[in-house]
């Protein structure tokens, strides 16, 4: 009697999922996992004003695993860490799933706020990004991720 | 018989760390701007201005800088002002009026070059000279003779692009442009005309190269 | 989505950029790697010299008048005369031929047939002139004639004439002033 209450009990408590707190996204369903992009200069000749940013833009096709936080509320954030070369802005747009909007290495943003309703979401997200040109003088890789705030 | 707090704690342990494993991120690499230089020797070719946002280009139009020395004054020693067939009169860089032509001739371009730190410092406007300028019919002048005044409508201080004497035959230096400026002169060319030199039409080119490090 | 301006500006630089090549121009573009990265630009000149010949007898901005005043001691004499008014100091001027239209021709023409004074004629054979530095010989007048050989096509010569009225003996002249103009002139095929 004791022993199947006690399995009964540890049940119930798995299947009431993970307390509040911030969880990595599984984002590796998205593609291209891996791109380049070459940025050019925004003002290919050097300008009085001291304009010498470059940029670029790609598009990633994402695919969020959300089913560890179905039917929970949460915050979903789009995070780029601090580069360790030159800041760099990154600016996009969407097909309506999540929120379009901008930040700059070291900083996340909000993406989608509400209940998480389906297990995979997905969504193309075209990305502008802008650095230093001066400073940029290597390849640098922008190793972006998801991160959710359940409460 | 109370439950093991530590037993229980274990399995609540288990399934949170299911949700924090690593998983990928996208990652994308971005690769630095492309280095550039543009040199423009006379007329140019903009799309727009510089701070438009223009583009530069190539103008397959090479100019002319030429002198008919009076018969009176051939070979007198007389210096005799040189004038250009360019109209290049305003700089891309901000459209505003720089050179006097037919007077003067534009001389001016930049170098884009990312990264920062030392190396890569400048890049180097050059002039091939010929030894001379030939009039088809054996008579020759040097290009020695050829010299230039620089100077820059509303510029303070030394000229990138300064003033100068051809070295017949020679590879010489003109000036430099700094990694991710733009630098422009005006040059007034004159012919020195220390000797009398057979009739004709004496022509030459000179071969300007700007080239980064 | 991209921004068309940015894609339009992007795409005129790639169009142009493919446009750059080696030709000569005025205005030129490279894109490359740093160590390889040039751009040329050709600048032509022209200097256009005439043809001109240019000669100089006496000063250079007047004409000499050379004057004989022989005493009557020198009359009787029958020494040679020299005369003053030269640019250079008694009989000498200056002579200078310039020219880069090959060799020069030099003749004298006088403007009267003989030297005058008044109803007198005095034959302009009773003067000549000698080169004392240059290689320039003075033609004869009216009637011979100097070739300045070019080098290279270029006659530049630089020399000095004296002049000598030759007092000829057994011969008188009425009093008076006697007085002609020679004309020298330097002409080029």
Known sequence: ?151 | MPRSHSSHAALCAAPLLAFVLPVNAFTVSITPGTPTVYLQVGVGAFSGTLQGGGTPGVNPTVNVVSVTVPAAQVGTGTPQTMSTNSSAANSFWDNRVFCSPPAQLYVGGFYRRPGGGSGGGSALLTAAVPSVLSNGSGGTISFSQISWASSGLGDAGAQPFPSGTFVAGSTQTIGSIPRNEWAESCHTFSYANTAVVPAGTYTGTVVYTLAAP | ?189
Request: aromatic share 6%; hydrophobic share 40%; charged share 15%.
């Open chain 1, 1 to 151: 009697m004791i022993l199947r209450a006690a399995l009964l009990l540890v049940s119930i408590f798995v299947a009431d999922i993970a307390p509040a707190a911030t969880y990595r996204v599984d984002e590796s369903g998205s593609f291209p996992q891996q791109s380049s992009t070459q940025m050019r200069w925004r003002q290919i000749a050097p300008s009085r004003g001291g304009d010498n940013a470059v940029e670029g833009s790609t598009r990633v096709n994402l695919r969020l695993n959300l089913a560890p936080w179905l039917n929970r509320n949460g915050r979903l954030f789009l995070v780029l860490p601090e580069q360790p070369v030159t800041p760099v802005k990154v600016s996009w747009t969407t097909q309506g799933r999540l929120l379009p909007g901008q930040l700059v290495s070291g900083q996340r943003a909000l993406v989608y706020v509400g209940p998480i309703v389906s297990p995979l979401l997905e969504e193309t997200l075209v990305l502008k990004m802008e650095a230093d040109g001066t400073r940029l003088s290597s390849a640098q890789r922008l190793q972006f991720h998801f991160e959710i705030d359940i409460d």
């Open chain 3, 1 to 189: 989505m991209r921004d068309p301006g940015t894609f339009a500006r992007l795409a005129l630089a790639s169009a142009l950029l493919s446009a750059s090549a080696d030709g000569r121009a005025a205005s030129n573009v490279d894109t490359g790697s740093p160590g390889n990265l040039a751009t040329s630009v050709d600048l032509q000149f022209n200097i256009t010299i005439p043809r001109f010949v240019s000669l100089r007898v006496g000063s250079a901005a007047s004409i000499n008048t050379l004057s004989f005043a022989p005493t009557a001691a020198e009359m009787a004499s029958s020494f040679p005369v020299l005369a003053t008014g030269g640019d250079i100091g008694g009989s000498d001027v200056t002579v200078q031929v310039i020219s880069n239209a090959g060799s020069v021709t030099l003749t004298a023409a006088t403007l009267t047939a003989d030297l005058v004074s008044g109803g007198n004629t005095m034959p302009w054979s009773t003067l000549a002139a000698t080169n004392p530095t240059g290689s320039i010989i003075a033609p004869a007048f009216n009637t011979g004639s100097t070739v300045l050989t070019a080098g290279a096509g270029i006659v530049n010569q630089t020399g000095s004439w004296r002049y000598i009225w030759s007092n000829p003996p057994n011969t008188l002249y009425g009093a008076g002033t006697y007085t002609g103009t020679v004309r020298y002139t330097a002409a080029t095929p």
